[in-house]
């Protein structure tokens, strides 16, 4: 089933449910001849095909075939065909991927603002996705990809991977079953990424891009080498800066432990701190925040930039010093010491018996330490078990069975992000109903949940 590319998820809930009935069943005759190809492995199709769409498209070659290969930028394209899969078929335009008949999975990496649009395209088309976090640009596109997705009974995986790795699961294991005690604050740190840069001007577009295509949903802008392959991640036009991007992950895991990754917050209050002081032209997201949410368990999550974790990412200049001045009012009042000081990113949970902290290092702390004298019992609460992400996908591609970063969970995820940005963006608190998916009272904040598309390429 192929869509024209300005077909709305709007449109689909409205008038193609029958459609999509019947899709799923022939989707579901097509997903369990999967099995039964060559050598059992199904044929992939990769949009995207960057630093980390390289990167995820090899382990993806672990399980299946790769036959298609696209990207706006041809030299992407071109590059990975050459060293990866010289027999797949080359694209600049991901539609040319979808129609084909032959290709059961897409393993999808572009830029965060064409996240949504080609996830959504890519079920309405009878495939499965692998899509890289963060999930979504805004949370209304959430909700429509959550919708597709169920009406088409398509396998979604997010790349969110740290839900298959080993210290991870364990703190989230040990959280769920008391090992803390009443679980009272959770602090999610992120690294401090220097957004500092700009004003860039314009350049000429290069023979190898085609740069309306790569804008898509957003603005028309001129073009500039500064908004394009990884540090499209510093301009909100494209992507929610360091609080979505790795905020995607940490976030997730502070969830999961919080038994919350199928609601939310019910406030968010966050400050942040932009290096380019708004100037235009110049990258437009914070890299410095401190964000506090509350949720319906009593729970508080303070979710912040860890000052002393300090890093760069791209053509951007050395992080800013912050002024005492500048941490007192992102900080705010009532916020612990420690976490002005913080030098390392990662999720620490706090409970009245101890606490702990994990990050891809590892998972530190007494609990932990005590686990091997003083094993989990048989009996305990356990993470759905997977240990290697894409192979979660694969799996599922062929059971049919929800994979670990699910849609529904990674939504609600990226939606604390979101919510965050908003905050940080309007300077107020916003009081969030995760049951409507809306603020409350608040028709301003509710304006936000959404941005204008451009057309023919929003969803």
């Known amino acids: 089933m192929t869509t024209p590319a ?88 991901y539609r040319q991927v979808l129609d084909r008949k032959d290709i059961d999975v897409i393993i999808q990496a572009t830029p965060d603002h064409w996240h949504t649009k080609i996830n959504i395209d890519a079920c309405l088309a009878g495939k499965d996705v692998y899509g890289e976090k963060p999930l979504t640009l805004t949370i209304d596109e959430g909700k429509q990809l959550r919708d597709v997705v169920k009406q088409t009974g398509r396998v979604f995986q997010t790349g969110t991977q740290q839900r298959s790795e080993k210290p991870f699961q364990t703190a989230v294991e040990l959280v769920r079953n008391g090992r803390l005690g009443k679980l009272k604050q959770v602090w999610v740190a992120l690294p401090y990424y220097s957004t500092k840069g700009g004003p860039f001007a314009a350049e000429p577009v290069p023979k190898n891009l085609d740069w309306n295509l790569y804008l898509g949903q957003t603005p028309k802008h001129y073009y500039t080498h500064n908004r394009t392959h990884k540090i499209y991640r510093w301009w909100y036009e494209y992507a929610g800066g360091i609080v979505t991007d790795w905020g995607n992950h940490h976030i997730d895991i502070a969830h999961w ?73 992102l900080f705010g009042d009532n916020c612990p010491e420690e976490i002005r000081s913080f030098d390392r990113n990662g999720v620490m949970f706090i409970g009245q018996k101890g606490r702990i902290f994990v990050n891809r290092g590892g998972i530190y702390g007494k609990a932990a330490e005590e686990l091997k004298e003083n094993p989990l019992p048989e009996d305990a609460w356990r993470v759905s078990p997977s240990s290697d992400h894409m192979q979660n996908f694969f799996d599922c591609v062929k059971t049919r069975k929800t994979p670990v970063s699910s849609v529904e969970i990674e939504h609600r995820t990226v939606t604390a992000c979101h919510l965050t940005n908003i905050s940080i963006r309007l300077g107020k608190k916003l009081n969030w109903d995760p049951k409507k998916e809306q603020c409350i009272n608040d028709t301003e904040a509710n304006t ?11 969803t």
């Open 448 to 458: 936000w949940l959404q941005r204008n598309q451009r057309e023919p390429f929003g």
């Open 6 to 93: 300005n077909f709305s998820r709007r449109q689909f809930v409205k008038t193609s449910l029958a459609a999509a009935t019947a899709l799923s069943m022939t989707s579901s005759k097509s997903s369990a001849n999967i099995a039964t190809l060559k050598n059992d492995r199904p044929n992939i199709g990769c949009i995207g095909v960057g630093g980390r769409g390289t990167h995820v498209s090899k382990w993806a070659q672990e399980f299946g075939d790769i036959i298609a290969v696209c990207d706006a930028d041809l030299n992407h394209a071109e590059r990975f065909k050459a060293k990866n899969a010289p027999k797949a078929d080359l694209y600049q335009n």
């Open 257 to 329: 432990a919080m038994n919350c990754d199928l609601t939310g917050p019910t406030t968010v209050d966050a400050r942040g701190l932009f290096p380019n002081n708004h100037q235009t032209e110049c990258y437009n997201t914070p890299d410095r925040f401190f964000s506090r949410m509350s949720y319906a368990s009593g729970v508080d999550v303070l979710f912040f930039s860890a000052i002393n974790d300090k890093r760069v990412y791209g053509e951007v200049e050395p992080n800013v010093a912050s002024t005492d001045e500048e941490l007192d009012w």
